[in-house]
Every structure is written in structure tokens, then in C-alpha cells.
């Protein structure tokens, strides 16, 4: 099959397994695996078998009947057939290791890793796992990749992970897909390999799907459920084209909204250099008032004033504390009281105003409000006053920030959301 293949690229096949005595060096290393495998507890073969059995009674015939999804990605109506196994240590040891420090990895190794699966045609499975201790399903696949120590699903890769926007993606990234009406069956990761084309419409993926692990070129951001994948990139990043572990992240990772890793370790720093008065609880990723008080107090105890001391980090307030320069903060340091809630914030309008069709003066407002807190990433042109797609998705991405999930991050702005955008 050839990455200009499209039809090719969207068949299924099933898997055949190898005779017992075959000596290829591929079914020698499932072999290893296998025996590797052979300790593990019934009642987790039990629990895997029983996974595997309402996997294949919930979803097999529909599967089976379901037209093949639009070339364009933008089909939603069948995902990805990637039933995924449960947190655990290698060779599905019941060892979960979702709390472990995200490792040193290069773009480069992701890579390199990701094609070693392809070229030894690791073939899919949610229950078995290949000779290197990694579960053969999507999450093993970029669980291997990223060289995590333990085998992590689609809900908590984003634990070693930060979300980032389309256009920053580069190789060795992935694009997550969580399903919650099918948690294990209806979810899926994909590697991202670079773009195909100037358009930024097809890239190469790197995934582990029926009948076996995979690269090809692939409509952005999937061939169905396309507009609910969402970038991510692996926080035990360095080297080739990985970020300095000091380097500025950029303002855009910080201010409302901002949900991240490095709203953690700004706070932690802040902390440390004097700021623990201001939290109650934390520090955390979700950036909050509290972030805000305890990075202008530092500005503050720096010398600094107005649109020097914000309460928004940038190149220098990440430099002074990354290299723990400056002053601390003093107990004594005057602050102002935190502003009030803004008076002139619009009511709002009525979901009558936003969804397919609707072109008004409100839709505008709303995409404008979007930029402004960080959300339009999504926005090739505009925004205007005619409801797109990309309106949609910044709007998903805001309810996202706010920890919202299902029916709450639908993409349509409801009276909650336009309140949390507005305050």
C-alpha cells in the first residue's frame, strides 16, 4: 500500500496469525512477548477477555455495515476501530505508572520509533503485547513512542502531555480523540509525522490500527470524527527540535483559559521565590487568580510597574525565576485588590444565535471574545459574523480549557460559557 493510495489506506482487514513454528524473527519476538505476558493474573485475563467480548457484541455489526468515512475527514459517524487495554506497566503488569515523571525523548526517537513498529508490522491487538513490553493498540503505540514506562490509554496520555494548536504541531506530536459515549472502542491517537502539503490539509500519521501499525498520509485531523481530535505534545521533550526545558514557552501558554503543564511549574517556581501566600490550593495547571497576584507580586518585588508588573509572565519574569534571579517576594509587598467583575460584560443573547446558518452581529462578537482569551487558533480568516466550523471549534476548546466534558463541550455557547468567556 502507497500513501497516495487512498482507497487503500481506508480497508480493513483481519488479522491472521503466524503458525506456532514459524521462525521469522517477527513471530519469534511475538513469541517472547507472549511468554512475558503468560504472568499476569486470570482476573486480569478475565477482565481483558470480558473487555475484548462486549467490545466485539456492542460495535462488531455495525462496524461491519458502516460506509467507509468521506475522503475530506470531515465524515463523524464511524470511529476508529482501536478498542484499547487498560493503564498498566509493561507487559500488562498491573503496575500503572500514570504518576511518573515524563522522560527525556527527541523528535527524532518518536520517529524512529513509530517506523520500527511499521517495519516490523506489529500487527493490532488490545490485549497482547509486542516483545519491547508495549501493548499493540493505539495507546501502547505512542506509549512506546514517547518510551513512557508503563502502557497508557487515550484519556491519560494527556497527563504527560500539554494541548497545543494545529499550526504548532511537528513530528513526534499526536492528535487525540476521546469518545465518552465508548471510552475503550471508540477512541484513538495518531502520531503526527509533518505535513504533506503547503495547505496543511494532509499529514503523515503514524498510528496502530486494524490490521497492523501503519504510516500514511492522512487527512487533518482524522478520516472521521475529525473535528474532535485535539493536538497534544509530549512534555519530556529534548534535543532535535525539542524545547529547552528553560526556554519561554510563550504568553500565549498563560492568562484565562491557559490549562497546561507550565501554569504548574510557573506557580511552583513562584512558590518557592516567596508567592505560596496567594494559593489556597495548588499550584495547577488551569491558570487562575491566584497565578495572576503571585506573578505580578514578583514583578512587583522586581522594580517594575505597569505593563511591566500585569500579573502576566513573560521573557523576563520566566528568566528571573527559571535562574533564580532577582528578589523574592517580601510578606510586606503591596498589592492591589483584584479588579472587579467587569460591568459592561454583554448578556447573553440566546443559543438562537450561534450554530450552522446564523450570520449576526453576536457570532462576531463571540469570535472576537475568543482571540482575545487565547482561543483562535482555529481561524484561518475572520472571525466574521457567519457561523463556520472554526467558530465551533474555538468555542470546544474554551468549554474544553474550563475541565468541561460531553454535552458541555459541544462547541455552542450556552449561558455558562458566554459568562466564563466575558468575566
Known sequence: MTLTDPLSALLEFDEVEPEDDCICGGCRARRRARSHAASRSLHRRAAVLMAAVGTALGGGTAAATAAAPAPGGNSATQPPRTPQGEVGGPYGEDAAARSLAAQPVTRAQIIQRAQSWVDQGVPYSMSRYWSDGYRQDCSGFVSMAWGLAGNQTTWTLPDFAERIGKNDLQPGDVLIYNNPANPQAGSHVTIFGGWTDSSRTRYVAYEQTSPGAKKRSTPYAYWNNSASYVPYRYTGLSGDGGTSANAFPGADKFGPGADNAYVTRLGQMLVQRGGGRFYSEGPGPRWGEADRRATEAFQLAQGWRGSE????????????????????????????????????????????????????????????????????????????????ESDRQAVQAFQQAQGWRGAEADGYPGPDTWRALFS
Do not use: C, M
Open 309 to 388: 508588573a500585569d500579573g502576566i509572565p513573560g521573557k523576563d519574569t520566566w528568566d528571573y525565576l527559571v535562574h533564580g534571579k532577582g528578589r523574592d517576594i517580601a510578606a510586606a509587598t503591596p498589592l492591589p485588590p483584584p479588579p472587579p467583575p467587569d460591568p459592561g460584560a454583554p448578556a447573553f443573547p440566546g443559543p438562537q444565535y450561534f450554530g450552522p446558518g446564523q450570520d449576526n452581529d453576536h457570532v462576531r462578537q463571540l469570535g472576537e471574545q475568543l482571540v482575545r482569551k487565547g482561543f483562535g487558533g482555529s481561524y484561518a480568516v475572520g472571525p466574521g459574523p457567519v457561523w463556520t
